[in-house]
């Protein structure tokens, strides 16, 4: 006795049913007992056809002469008996019944698959049955028109048979509409079978069953053979034909992602197709070019008389075209781009289409006139108050000595408004470096003498190895701009043979003026009113500082990472976080003035800000928010309250160690690293698995890297480049603000959280002037204490206009807006959009200039003698 078939009712109550390869017959009955609930009947489902026979009707199996027909017409030469499974094959368990030259039909379509709408077991399902297995195809059958569309919708067949022959059974037609009536039917060719036309009746009209959804008309014929070639002919026509269609699809979605300009038009140039690239280059939208012929199109008077001639005729003759081409955009502006024209030929060798590639060719005029599309489009500064230009301006090349031969002069805060969005395109060099060099160096051949020696002094400059630095070192410079940007981006390699500093990490500090909580909710009622602001961008966060005890970090954190899930994603309980933060913020030096544990609060705060705003919470996903967290959280820890140069300059052990590179940076993420998993009560990492943890600490460790000045420059011109300027070529071409294309890549999403972390590490000049002026306070003080500290120990003084006797903190407030920054909030507010944070950077930039012009007034007053 063979094995008894697998049978699974599915919720709905369809029978799934599979024979057994050891069935006693090849049409083994499969029967399901009925009871109060009992299963919708009529749908039997197959993997293979090869595998089983047809199910069999009620009254039991078919006779062993309908089998040996089958068996005959299938070509087999083996004796079969009703009990006697067919000889199958390895290779879709199919059997060898069909000739060489027919198997030579087979191809790589052999995955279609049917499905056999009939009532009831007769020689015509049959028919199909075997023919279908005789094709390799696979089968299921359907009894009911529930059960067909359900099967329908599950499998999504090629081919649909439904039995047109009888009516009192279900409604053929009814059928068809009810599958036509899916999504997945666009792709799918239902055959009618039709009862054979009598002698004395008049063939019936196909005209109801096209109109019903049918694609075609079979008549009842129950060969094996018929029905063989019927379901072969439609695999080699109308299937076919639809998995080239399903596969343009795929083609479509390619072309609409592509970077290029794509258009693509009849052989007598009426436009079919244009793709995103085209219409944001162009300016138009597809609704107002598809149909039109080229010709009817504004053309630049810039090309010459006989270009188009000669397009023409290349092209008409079958070859391809490529050169460079002037085009005219919506707006009436000519651009110059290098255009590909590749005609297509179909049968017989006649042109059908012409794909044209478009590419903006690298000139200044094309980059001016991306500039004024931007500047167009760009918000009016009379009705946004926070598109300020903070800084007075700077040369493309970023020449300081623009900055200082200003003088006193400035320009009003008013005549210093500037659109962010157009900033944006004028401020940073594209990489690979080596194939701008390779551009710069073939234009150089054609141009004249004027250009090609400019073009020298463009090459001079790139083979700098600092590409995104800015110069400094003029004799005239501002010295506040300049003590400030040397200090905080050099390595500092200005040393004095002989002097060595080794700072001494103090490490276990003690704060016993305040219990820790127990939970988050056994907070004392004097913090936790506080913190029921902390969502507020004017969090005042030296009130909690005070209340705290300068403890901050651990109730702040307590409370930002609860409402982000920290514990929840990295598994693991409050108890375990509270003491990470505590063993975290007892690595912050209080004695510091700026960089304590107070700072790192501060940070913490201004990242949980960001990861609210609308457009970053879409380009990041949960593991990226609590790397974000943790990086803020940590990114200072241990900090010595001294300067990359300065422990350069005094060959520090953290220096020697560091090899002179990111020096604090890479001690902060390695020391938060080594106390997290030394000790399990505070290891917040230990539930989480590898791969988890790596994701997570290669994530923090970036963005605690990120925050290192040296590499300022090139993380916000990476960030435009990558960032904002697709978002603002997508706004430009849809007219709407909407993310930039890509945002999701792991590429960009690693750029947009460098870019959030270093906001938030220097948003000081963006918070509340009373905050603002606080921080400016604390950052002196301990540049004035580093100051101090070289003197006595003979080092080079790193940042000597941060001498406590004649610094001015006003101007040195006034260099680090214009040279840090105005720029990376300005990239960082075109995506995140934060008007509050930039009214809040251009009053405190007023505030400031204040104070200096008061300053520098009462200097220039004469003696009362």
Request: overall charge negative.
């Amino acid at each position: 006795m063979g094995c008894a078939p697998s049978i699974h009712v599915s919720q709905s109550g369809v029978i799934y049913c599979r024979d057994s390869d050891e069935s006693n017959s090849p049409h083994q009955t499969t029967s399901v007992s009925q009871g109060p609930a009992a299963p919708l009947p009529g749908l039997f489902v197959q993997t293979d056809a090869a595998d089983a026979i047809p199910p069999s009707r009620a009254s039991g199996p078919p006779s062993a002469a309908r089998v040996r027909r089958a068996r005959a017409e299938l070509g087999s030469g083996s004796s079969v008996g009703s009990a006697t499974p067919a000889p199958t094959t390895s290779r879709g368990r199919r059997r060898h019944c069909c000739s060489s030259a027919e198997a030579e039909t087979q191809t790589s379509y052999t995955s279609v698959k049917v499905l056999l709408i009939f009532a009831k077991e007769d020689s015509q399902s049959d028919g199909f049955w075997w023919a279908c297995d005789r094709a390799g195809y696979r089968c299921n059958i359907a009894r009911t028109p529930e059960s067909a569309l359900e099967c329908f919708l599950d499998k999504h067949h090629e081919i649909i048979v439904i039995d047109h022959r009888q009516t009192q059974n279900f409604d053929a037609e009814a059928v068809c509409r009810s599958i036509r009536a899916t999504n997945p039917s666009e792709h799918t060719v239902i055959l009618a079978v039709v009862s054979r036309v009598l002698d004395d009746h008049e063939e019936a009209s196909v005209l109801p069953l096209l109109h019903a959804g049918f694609n075609r008309r079979f008549m009842e014929n129950s060969s094996i053979i018929a029905c063989y070639n019927e379901l072969i002919q439609i695999e080699h026509g109308e299937v076919r034909s639809q998995f080239k269609l399903r596969a343009c699809n795929s083609v479509f979605t390619a072309l609409d992602h592509c970077h290029e300009a794509i258009e693509i038009t009849s052989d007598d140039h009426v436009i079919q197709y244009v793709n995103p690239a085209f219409e944001r280059m162009m300016g138009y939208h597809k609704g107002e070019l598809l149909g039109k012929e080229l010709a009817d199109l504004p053309k630049s008077d810039k090309n010459r008389a006989d270009l188009l001639d000669t397009i023409n005729t290349c092209i008409k003759k079958g070859k391809e075209w490529q050169g460079v081409y002037y085009a005219r955009r919506k707006s009436g502006d000519s651009i110059q781009q290098h255009v590909k024209i590749t005609p297509v030929i179909g049968q017989g060798g006649k042109i059908r289409h012409f794909v044209s590639l478009k590419k903006l060719c690298c000139t200044t005029d094309n980059n001016k006139q991306i500039h004024k599309i931007h500047r167009d489009s760009g918000d009016n500064s009379q009705t946004e108050p926070h598109s300020f230009r903070y800084k007075n301006r700077r040369k493309e090349s970023i020449d300081v000595k623009s900055i200082s031969s200003r003088g006193s002069d400035a320009p009003s805060l008013q005549n210093r408004r500037y659109p962010s969005m157009a900033r944006i395109h004028s401020m940073t060099i594209e990489a690979p470096i080596t194939k701008v060099i390779n551009i710069i160096n073939a234009a150089q051949e054609n141009s004249p003498v004027t250009v090609a020696e400019a073009l020298d002094r463009v090459l001079e400059i790139l083979r700098t190895t600092e590409l995104y630095s800015p110069q400094l070192g003029t004799k005239d410079e501002d010295p506040h701009t300049s003590d400030l940007v040397g200090g905080l981006m050099t390595d500092g390699l200005r040393r004095l043979s002989g002097n060595e500093y080794v700072f001494t990490k103090n490490v276990h500090q003690s704060h016993s003026h305040l219990a820790m909580p127990i939970t988050i909710n056994d907070v004392p009622p004097c913090i936790s009113q506080l913190l029921d602001n902390e969502e507020s961008w004017d969090f005042n966060i030296f009130e909690l500082e005070a209340v705290t005890h300068k403890r901050p970090l651990v109730y702040l954190g307590l409370k930002v990472f609860s409402r982000f899930g920290v514990c929840e994603f990295l598994n693991c309980s409050e108890t375990t976080l509270r003491a990470w933060f505590q063993v975290i913020e007892a690595n912050y030096h209080s004695s510091n003035a700026y960089h304590n544990s107070t700072h790192a609060a501060d940070v913490l705060h201004a990242t949980a800000f960001f990861l609210g705003k609308e457009r970053v919470k879409g380009s990041l996903d949960q593991l990226d928010e609590v790397a974000a967290l943790i990086a803020a959280t940590v990114h200072d820890v241990d900090h010595p309250g001294r300067t990359n140069s300065f422990l350069c300059n005094a060959g520090s052990e953290l220096a020697v160690l560091y090899n002179d590179t990111a020096v604090l940076e890479s001690h902060h993420t390695a020391l938060a690293f080594q106390l997290t998993v030394k000790d399990t009560k505070c290891n917040i990492f230990k539930n989480i698995d590898r791969n988890h943890y790596r994701t997570l600490r290669q994530a923090i460790i970036d963005m605690v890297l990120a925050t290192e000045m040296t590499k300022h420059f090139e993380h916000v011109n990476k960030f435009v480049n990558s960032i904002n300027k697709p978002m603002a070529a997508e706004i430009e071409g849809s007219d709407c603000e909407c993310n930039p294309a890509g945002k999701n890549f792991p590429e960009n999403q690693i750029l947009i959280k460098r870019m959030m972390i270093k906001c938030a590490d220097v948003a000081n000049p963006c918070r509340p002037l009373d905050l603002c002026i606080e921080w400016a306070g604390r950052i002196s003080e301990e540049y004035f204490a580093q100051t101090d500290e070289e003197k006595r120990q003979g080092l080079p003084v790193v940042m000597p206009v941060f001498d406590r006797n004649t610094c001015s903190i006003p101007k040195s407030q006034i260099s680090f807006i214009d040279y840090f920054i105005t720029d990376m909030f300005d990239a960082w507010d075109a995506f995140a959009h934060l008007p509050a944070l930039m009214q809040h950077l251009a009053d405190n930039y007023k505030h400031w200039k204040t104070l200096d012009d008061l300053k520098c007034k009462s200097l220039r007053l004469p003696s009362d003698s």
